[in-house]
């Protein structure tokens, strides 16, 4: 029962893991396995992870947010204020974290204040938030951590190919927030909370070790040691804390994308459709597979990282399995709105094709 509770809960490793021993009968296990790994980009995610696990457990986030959600007064505000929370919070935590950090405060101050009929919508463009606005930096969501380390792309430059729809995406979500919800009087209770000193002081120092790490400011190998050392004898249930599972599925991926380079006629067919619209092709591919595993596969076929880059990140929205992070917004809302799966899926599809549609359509007049 555990074991099947864990695979449903984790579904796109266990997929992953099946795909990746599939391809093993086609290539067998041999030393140029060894080569298919990024282990730069698993240290990273994992001491992010790790330190943003921590933080959450002195509820610094929790406590971020609702300082800057209770300066606003009325429902539209809060919502914004809510989507830029976790917009923000995307590009610093990682998108998944980010959710899973300010979903919890959305359903929070909706609930209280007898604004569940906004849930749906919130949760949505909340979503929508944590994966376009995690586009912007090496770190904001996992593909674009991968990404930026396998393709070795300067931190100015990626910056640059990320600016134009990142840009285009914050005005898509200001507009809806303002047009979709009712400027309504909006209370909310006052709750002390109070961090430690010590431990926030402590947490930050890490969160820009594990920065540096990403921007390469410093050998991975350095925090690779100094987080987890630290957070042991600091926090333990940080460690415990880690989506280990999300580590594993990039595991199993790399196994999978680097078995399918090697298989010559799936190298050439891929090669084609990625030569014909990388930017388009790697947006498809999202609808089907994900956007982490997309950049992982595609990776091997091309060197134009510009398309590649840009359109797994605008796949991440569109279907309900083109980002994990939507996933995770499925499941939390699904949690405390049983009855209403159907109409959440409908709304969910409605504005993420939207967003996808509208974006696709303006970098392909941008690029000409």
């Not at 300082?67 to 935590?93: D, E, P, Q």
């Not at 991975?220 to 630290?230: A, F, Q, T």
Request: charged share 10%.
């Amino acid at each position: 029962m555990k074991l099947t509770a864990f695979a449903r809960k984790n579904i796109v490793m266990v997929i992953a893991l099946f795909a990746a021993v599939i391809t093993c009968f086609f290539v067998p296990p041999d030393a140029a396995y060894l080569g298919y790994f990024d282990v730069k980009t698993l240290a990273c995610l994992f001491c992010v992870l790790a330190v943003v696990c921590a933080l959450k457990n002195i509820h610094f986030f929790y406590m971020l947010a609702r300082k800057i959600v209770r300066r606003f007064k009325n429902t539209r505000m809060s919502i914004l204020a809510l989507v830029y929370i976790t917009f923000i919070g995307s590009m610093l935590i990682a998108n998944d974290m980010a959710l899973l950090t300010f979903l919890p405060l959305g359903y929070f101050v909706l609930h209280t204040t007898g604004q569940e009929k906004h849930m749906a919508f919130t949760f949505i463009m909340q979503n929508i938030a944590a994966n376009l606005g995690g586009m912007l930096t090496p770190f904001g969501n996992p593909q674009n951590l991968y990404l930026y380390s396998f393709f070795d792309i300067p931190t100015p430059e990626f910056m640059q190919i990320m600016a134009p729809p990142f840009i285009v995406s914050i005005a898509l979500i200001t507009l809806c927030c303002i047009v979709f919800v009712k400027n309504e009087p909006l209370a909310l209770d006052d709750v002390q909370i109070s961090l430690h000193p010590g431990k926030t002081l402590l947490y930050i120092g890490l969160f820009a070790l594990s920065i540096l790490m990403v921007f390469r400011g410093i050998p991975y190998g350095i925090g690779l040691v100094v987080i987890p050392v630290v957070l042991f004898f600091v926090d333990k249930k940080a460690l415990k804390m880690v989506d280990y599972p999300l580590l594993l599925t990039f595991v199993f991926f790399f196994i999978f994308a680097g078995n399918m380079a090697r298989i010559e006629p799936v190298r050439e067919v891929f090669s084609w459709l990625l030569n014909k619209n990388t930017l388009i092709f790697s947006i498809l591919s999202c609808q089907c597979i994900s956007n982490v595993p997309s950049a992982i596969l595609l990776s091997q076929f091309t060197q134009n990282y510009a398309d590649l880059l840009v359109g797994v990140n605008i796949g991440g929205a569109g279907t309900l399995i083109a980002s994990l992070a939507s996933l995770i917004t499925f499941r939390e809302y699904v949690k405390h709105n049983p009855g209403k799966t159907a109409y959440y899926v409908t709304m969910f599809s409605i504005y993420n094709f939207a967003f996808v549609i509208i974006l696709t359509g303006f970098m392909m007049y941008l690029v000409g």
